[in-house]
Each structure stands twice: as C-alpha cells, then as structure tokens.
C-alpha cells in the first residue's frame, strides 16, 4: 500500500482500528517522552492555545510557531508574547528562525538562561518564497558553512538544553542538502534531526518522499531522525518508522481541526489517551474548547473568536454542516454566538469515514522556488551576500 493511501483508518466512532504496537517512546538529549510524537510548528496555528488543546488530548513535544531570532533579541513586544507558555505546559519548546549565527546565538542564549523553554528548535525548512528569497529556511542549508555555524552557535549558546535541527531535502531534485546538512547537525552536537520529505520546490504538493528519511537516518546514526511529512492518521505515524526506520514522528497538517489525532498516535505507540468518538459532537465539543483557549490566550474574546475562524473547515470536514452554518461559524465574534450556532448542530451524527480523512490545509504546486541572485553559483557564501540575509529577518520580525 502507497503510504498516500488512507482507507479505513478509524473505526465509526472514531478510534483506531488496525493500529497496534508496543509501547514506544523518545529522548531529545535530556528530554524524554512518552511517545516519539512531535508537533511541527506552523505560522499562527501553534500558538499556546492550540499546543495546550492537543496536549489535552494526547503526548508528546510541543513546538511554538517560529520566533525570528533577531526579534527576540531586540525582545520585539509580539515575540516576548509569543515565547510564553502556559504553565501545564512541559516541556516547553521554542523553535528559532535566524540567518546570522550572532543573533542566533544570542536568542538561544536568552532563551536559556532566562528559563524560556526546555528545548529549541532551529527552523531551516521553511519554504514561503519571502524567507527563501533572502536565503533563508530551506535555502540556507545551500551555504553549508553558514548552515554550520549558525548551528554550532545554537549548541554553544544553548547550555544544558537540546537543540534540534528541521530542515527539508533541500531546494529542489537537483540541489539536495539533507545529508550534509544532518551530517554538520550531528558532529555539532544537536539532539536530534528531523526530515520534511520533500524539497522547497514541492511546497507541500505531492507525496512525501519517505525513502529520503531513510537515507537520512542511514547517514546520521548518533542521534535521533526524526521523520515529517503525510501524517495524516496514527497508521501513516507507524508505518513512517516501519519503513523508515526514524526514531521518531514530527506531524503537521494532519492535526489541523483534528487536536485529538495526538491522542490516536499516544494509543498507537502503546500509551494511555482519552479515548476518541468522532461524532459531530465531539468534534463541535473540541472545536468550542478551542476557541475558549484562543480567546484567554489573546485575553480578548473578540481577537479569541476571529482566529478560530480559520479552524471552521479543517474541524468540520466532512461532517454535514451545512454552508449557511459553516458562514456564521466563520464570522461568530463571541463565545455566545459559537455556542447558539454549535447548538444547532445534530450532535449525534456519526464519524463520516473517508469523508473526514487524508490531507488538510495547504498543498500548493511545485515551483522553482524564489532565491537570491547566484544562490546556487556557489555553496560558499559571497561576501556581499550578508545583508540581504539580514533582510531575510527584518522580513518575519516580530515572530
């Protein structure tokens, strides 16, 4: 079976049916989880609210949206927002987005000795054609000095806490990076790396390129590999390790308006979860606690109400929600209004299957992908090049 495929993944009421294994679990450098599962960050989604509500649900390593380090180092007041966790959360995890190993070094530096986080990430996956166009995200890597020491002044800075490293295969089929790039990872000390199986040029298109995070962990040996890309059920989490070999799961797309797929995989790796009933109910009943922590997260019920708007169609995929509700939900400022309209939702509806299964969220199609003037004339960098990298930062200030 493709691993794009996805029959009969959960039973009517929701729960795993063919998913069975021995309890599994994973350490980050001092960290140690119960389930090799990691939620990946992604831009206004992982905020505290959203990493407290799969938490709820399930376990695992919560990672924040991507803090610019240069903002954090200027302690821009959006990104000071943005670093705080609640306190149910542990560990508590940062992943930093920087160009410049100084200010790299500097954010991790904060990070640790002001007691921000129990873990940071470093972000050099990142496709969006406005970071890979001054030469960050997934197009650093190219300039594999840069790529290493950016790192190393990670590690260094970092003290006692475990940094890891998330990158993707590299710019497009003829410009790969991920082998290099973990290799330099490795021998600078991270704690684990983690693969997005496919290259800045594929987007999110397509089907991930699972052989690659096999190559990869064939490469790095010393530390965890950790494996991302077309998770979209507890099966697919499995099956990633079985025909990988990787240590352990980073899921993205997969768990949007679906919190409690965390839950799914805790079980599948053999650890205790509340169990799923994927009724209409349940569904609006973890839709509603969403918007609840969304509004005491941004302390103004107005602001709370808006963001989960963008929620209302992962959450309700396929159920039979019907588009004149679907528009109020998505236009609902008050927890009152979300209430009368969930209200009028029948409950009971069971799981709808297939309907309700298989990729959410962005895709997009493969394109060349947007770099600076001879990005890939040289895998050194020119000396001219720096402050269009810093520019790359300026561009995602503030978080």
Request: glycine share 10%; proline share 5%; aromatic share 6%.
């Given at each position: 079976?493709?691993?794009?495929?996805?029959?009969?993944?959960?039973?009517?009421?929701?729960?795993?049916?063919s998913?069975?294994?021995?309890?599994?679990?994973?350490?980050?450098?001092?960290?140690?989880?119960?389930?090799?599962v990691?939620?990946?960050?992604?831009?206004?989604?992982?905020?505290?609210?959203?990493?407290?509500?799969?938490?709820?649900?399930?376990?695992?390593?919560?990672?924040?949206?991507?803090?610019?380090?240069?903002?954090?180092?200027?302690?821009?007041?959006?990104?000071?927002?943005?670093?705080?966790?609640?306190?149910?959360?542990?560990?508590?995890?940062?992943?930093?987005?920087?160009?410049?190993?100084?200010?790299?070094?500097?954010?991790?530096?904060?990070?640790?000795?002001?007691?921000h986080?129990?873990?940071?990430?470093?972000?050099?996956?990142?496709?969006?054609?406005?970071?890979?166009?001054?030469?960050?995200?997934?197009?650093?890597?190219?300039?594999?000095?840069?790529?290493?020491?950016?790192?190393?002044?990670?590690?260094?800075?970092?003290?006692?806490?475990?940094?890891?490293?998330?990158?993707?295969?590299?710019?497009?089929?003829d410009?790969?990076?991920?082998l290099?790039?973990g290799?330099?990872?490795?021998?600078?000390?991270?704690?684990?790396?983690?693969?997005?199986?496919?290259?800045?040029?594929?987007?999110?298109?397509?089907?991930?390129?699972?052989?690659?995070?096999?190559?990869?962990?064939?490469?790095?040996?010393?530390?965890?590999v950790?494996?991302?890309?077309?998770?979209?059920?507890?099966?697919?989490a499995?099956?990633?390790?079985?025909?990988?070999?990787?240590?352990?799961?980073?899921?993205?797309?997969?768990?949007?308006?679906r919190?409690?797929?965390?839950?799914?995989?805790a079980?599948?790796?053999?650890?205790?979860?509340?169990?799923?009933?994927?009724?209409?109910?349940?569904?609006?009943?973890?839709?509603?606690?969403?918007?609840?922590?969304?509004?005491?997260?941004?302390?103004?019920?107005?602001?709370?109400?808006?963001?989960?708007?963008?929620?209302?169609?992962?959450?309700?995929?396929?159920?039979?929600?019907?588009?004149?509700?679907?528009?109020?939900?998505?236009?609902?400022?008050?927890?009152?209004?979300?209430?009368?309209?969930?209200?009028?939702?029948?409950?009971?509806?069971?799981?709808?299957?297939?309907a309700?299964?298989?990729?959410?969220?962005?895709?997009?199609?493969p394109?060349?992908?947007?770099?600076?003037?001879?990005?890939?004339?040289?895998?050194?960098?020119?000396?001219?090049?720096?402050?269009?990298?810093?520019?790359a930062?300026?561009?995602?200030?503030?978080?």
């Amino acid at each position: 079976m493709a691993h794009g495929d996805h029959p009969g993944r959960v039973c009517e009421n929701g729960s795993v049916s063919s998913v069975q294994s021995k309890p599994r679990a994973l350490s980050i450098g001092p960290i140690d989880l119960d389930v090799p599962v990691v939620l990946a960050p992604m831009a206004g989604i992982t905020n505290t609210a959203f990493r407290r509500l799969c938490r709820e649900y399930g376990a695992g390593l919560y990672v924040s949206e991507m803090i610019t380090t240069r903002a954090l180092v200027e302690r821009n007041a959006v990104t000071m927002r943005l670093i705080q966790h609640h306190e149910s959360e542990t560990p508590r995890s940062i992943q930093l987005y920087g160009v410049d190993p100084k200010y790299t070094g500097e954010a991790a530096r904060i990070i640790a000795e002001e007691g921000h986080a129990d873990h940071i990430d470093l972000n050099f996956g990142c496709p969006v054609p406005k970071v890979t166009r001054k030469g960050g995200g997934s197009a650093l890597p190219w300039k594999l000095g840069l790529f290493r020491e950016i790192v190393e002044a990670a590690v260094k800075n970092a003290g006692d806490l475990p940094v890891t490293v998330k990158m993707r295969k590299g710019i497009d089929k003829d410009h790969l990076t991920y082998l290099d790039a973990g290799k330099v990872a490795e021998d600078a000390g991270v704690a684990a790396v983690a693969l997005h199986a496919r290259t800045a040029a594929e987007f999110y298109s397509g089907t991930a390129d699972w052989s690659a995070i096999a190559t990869l962990k064939e490469t790095v040996t010393s530390i965890p590999v950790l494996g991302n890309g077309d998770i979209w059920s507890a099966d697919d989490a499995v099956r990633m390790m079985s025909e990988t070999g990787c240590d352990g799961v980073v899921v993205g797309r997969g768990c949007l308006g679906r919190p409690w797929l965390f839950g799914e995989l805790a079980r599948a790796f053999g650890a205790e979860a509340p169990t799923v009933d994927a009724t209409l109910g349940f569904v609006a009943e973890g839709f509603r606690r969403h918007a609840e922590l969304l509004v005491e997260f941004y302390e103004d019920e107005e602001r709370g109400c808006r963001d989960i708007r963008k929620h209302v169609a992962w959450y309700f995929k396929g159920y039979p929600v019907g588009g004149d509700l679907r528009s109020s939900l998505a236009v609902a400022s008050s927890l009152v209004e979300i209430d009368d309209l969930l209200a009028q939702l029948d409950h009971s509806a069971p799981y709808p299957g297939a309907a309700a299964e298989g990729q959410r969220g962005r895709s997009g199609h493969p394109k060349r992908p947007a770099l600076p003037q001879g990005w890939l004339d040289s895998r050194e960098m020119a000396e001219d090049a720096t402050c269009e990298l810093q520019e790359a930062e300026l561009d995602t200030s503030g978080g």
